[in-house]
């Protein structure tokens, strides 16, 4: 770690890892199998992307650095060490990586702390063997007492696991055993990210519309996993993350705030001063237009200030802080659906159920815009 305070606006650095072991049913995300013998050139193709960032001027250090996929527990971690080590960050920076259930075993969480890592987010999605199999994935329940404690031995003060919410295979019962397997013990992720099941174009799950998510049952299953991780004492800060108190995702605010990243690796995507870029799509050809020392960009937009404004509301609705006062156009038809919390508008549950067509009621024009709500 470089040592140093950050006195500025946060910064975060995103890197994506798109190796995975199998493709689940439901991924949309770029990411690839079978391509393992390309880790080592994937890895150096990424110091040098982080390396020309820093020579044009795109590079502060990180208050947030994000591991993502893919999954980058496939790295050996010492080939994702040597890519945070490339990383100038600040003190006290939140270093995250995402871990598949079957890789969160002492050793391999402990070497990943070595190298810096802080924070553990690990893709559990459900602890019932039906439910994981009906959505694809290949771990099958691995014992979350085993993980907690392989976390536990690492040393981290702050971690989380991912639940997938509202596939077909799930009964209502299934969530609650698994909430109760996840919370229910010494040493439970202090925090949860819970994703509703969506259906992403081109993927298996696409293709079978039998086993398409029924919105109601979706809607259903919401309520009761919030009811539930009430209970534990947890709360929703966005939409689809929970967690106890101080224990938030740093990185993940610093988008919901429209804050700076920078993004390494391919499809990743990057946003500093109103400007978004983002690289290619594509592993091989990322690979060799870095290693031929060209820019890995695939295309860019600048937002104006009304769109920009407008996503800055929108992302801020989603979130616990909520939304100016004024800022919706008719605040007479969302009674039930928002609640005023000083001078802020706050979803309620059943808001945050509909919350894209919430996004819809907004309007800038009305709504007295601010980047930062705290
Ligand atoms: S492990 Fe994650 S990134 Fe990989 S295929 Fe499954 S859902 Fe997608």
Not at 178 to 196: E, I, K, R
Request: glycine share 10%.
């Amino acid at each position: 770690m470089s040592g140093r305070f950050v006195t500025g606006e946060p910064f975060g650095v995103y890197v994506h890892i798109p190796f995975c072991a199998q493709r689940c049913d439901y991924c949309a995300f770029v990411t690839y199998v079978g391509v393992d013998d390309l880790h080592a050139r994937y890895v150096d193709s990424l110091r040098s992307e982080y390396e020309r960032s820093q020579g044009e001027g795109r590079v502060r250090p990180a208050t947030s650095v994000f591991f993502g996929g893919g999954t980058p527990s496939r790295l050996d971690p010492d080939l994702l060490g040597s890519v945070l080590g490339e990383i100038d960050r600040a003190e006290g920076c939140e270093v995250t990586v995402e871990v598949n259930p079957e890789d969160a075993d002492a050793d391999t969480l402990g070497r990943l702390v070595a190298h810096g890592v802080n924070r553990f987010s690990i893709g559990i999605q459900s602890t019932a063997p039906h439910v994981l199999s009906g959505i694809g994935r290949t771990h099958r329940g691995e014992s979350v007492a085993a993980i907690a404690e392989a976390v536990a031995s690492s040393g981290v003060s702050t971690w989380s696991m991912d639940l997938i919410v509202g596939s077909n295979e799930e009964r209502d019962e299934d969530l609650i055993a698994t909430v109760n397997d996840l919370l229910g013990h010494q040493g439970a992720p202090p925090h949860l990210s819970a994703y509703l099941l969506t259906v992403e174009k081109g993927t298996p799950l696409s293709r079978d519309p039998a086993r398409h998510p029924d919105d109601d049952v979706l809607a259903h299953r919401y309520e009761l996993l919030d009811e539930l991780l009430v209970g534990y004492g947890y709360s929703w800060y966005e939409v689809s993350n929970f967690s106890l108190p101080e224990h938030e995702c740093r990185h993940n605010q610093l988008y919901w705030r429209q804050g700076e990243y920078l993004g390494l690796g391919t499809a990743a995507h990057s946003h500093q001063a109103a400007r978004r870029w983002w690289n290619i799509a594509n592993l091989e050809t990322y690979i060799e237009r870095v290693e031929e020392g060209s820019d890995p960009t695939a295309g860019e937009e600048v937002l104006d200030e009304a769109s920009r404004a407008f996503e800055g509301l929108a992302l801020a609705l989603r979130t616990s802080q909520g939304v100016p006062l004024g800022s919706f156009r008719d605040l007479d038809e969302l009674d039930g659906f928002v609640v005023q919390h000083g001078d802020r508008l706050v979803l309620t549950r059943r808001g945050r159920l509909v919350a894209d067509e919430m996004i819809r009621r907004l309007s800038v024009e009305e709504g007295s815009f601010s980047r930062d709500p705290e």
